[in-house]
């Protein structure tokens, strides 16, 4: 077993990234999968979605400046094999410091080096902020492969072509040469307006091999549920987002050949 390393980036804000990081690594695990979510993100949305409170000072920020390890800020949620690595506003300040410092791209990976070696961790996801930012970057950097959440919406497409150049630029620059895009899933798709069909269909036009055939609804328990402090399968697991959370996981595993255990 070696562990995968996926960051969920879009630039675009409130497209479903922490979501999709939430809800996918909580389906993961449920599969037995061991996963960790890490929250790269100083709105920190993905550790309130999961019921933990923010703490001063829990979040990547001190690991980025080469201060903390991975191990130290790791701890467990109410889901079985789900671990999380919390964020809180500290992390903004990453943004300044981060860019005067040596391998300023590479921080988050020379971090997690030390983690990902111990192979105690199928996946880690990363729930990026809604920027392509240092933070970002710095995902993009460690990631093995990127999943973008894409919203049904008229503009997506453009958004898609500036993170897909992003992706070309990191591995002509060598910054992360192996860097592959794992997919891109449409979130809030609603299959009663024509918009949600042709961006869905120019996505395919474009990206047939990377889109996801799992298509996230848009539902209401989906969000609900992190004012609740729970992933969708906590919280009505026999809703329709469930199923859609559910369906992906199974969509990502079997994209990589991966092994898994019956739930
Ligand atoms: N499938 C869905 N159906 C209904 N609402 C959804 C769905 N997916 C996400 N939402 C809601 O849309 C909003 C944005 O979603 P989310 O926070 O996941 O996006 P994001 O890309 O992480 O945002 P940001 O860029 O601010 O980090 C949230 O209020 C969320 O609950
Ligand atoms: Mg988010």
Request: some cysteine; overall charge neutral; glycine content about 6%.
């Amino acid at each position: 077993m070696t562990t995968r390393v996926i960051a969920l980036a879009n630039q675009k804000g409130g497209v479903g990234k922490t979501t999709t990081s939430v809800n996918l690594a909580a389906c993961l695990a449920e599969r037995g999968q061991n996963v960790l979510l890490i929250d790269f993100d100083p709105q920190a949305n993905a550790t309130s979605g999961l019921g933990r409170e923010k703490q001063e000072g829990r979040s990547l920020y001190g690991l980025l400046l080469g201060e903390d390890s991975a191990e130290h800020l790791i701890s467990p949620t109410e889901i079985p094999r789900l671990d999380l690595i919390p964020a809180e506003v500290n992390l903004a300040g990453a943004e300044i410091e981060i860019p005067r410092l040596d391998r300023y791209l590479h921080r988050l990976r020379d971090g997690l080096q030390p983690l990902v070696e111990t192979n105690r961790y199928n996946q880690i996801i990363i729930d990026c902020p809604p920027s392509l930012g240092v933070l970002t970057m710095n995902a993009l950097a460690a990631a093995h492969s990127l999943i973008i959440p894409l919203q049904s919406e008229y503009y997506a497409l453009e958004g898609l072509s500036v993170i897909v150049r992003l992706v070309q630029q990191l591995r002509d620059s060598g910054a992360n040469p192996a860097l592959e895009i794992d997919g891109i899933v449409m979130t809030m798709f609603d299959n009663r307006t024509a918009l949600s069909r042709q961006v869905w269909q120019q996505v395919r036009e474009h990206f047939e091999k990377q889109i996801y055939d799992t298509l996230i609804p848009r539902s209401v328990r989906l969000s609900e549920a992190p004012s609740h402090g729970k992933p969708i399968i906590l919280y009505d697991s026999n809703s329709t987002g469930a199923a859609a959370y559910r369906q992906l996981a199974r969509e990502f595993l079997s994209r990589r050949g991966a092994k898994t255990p019956p739930p």
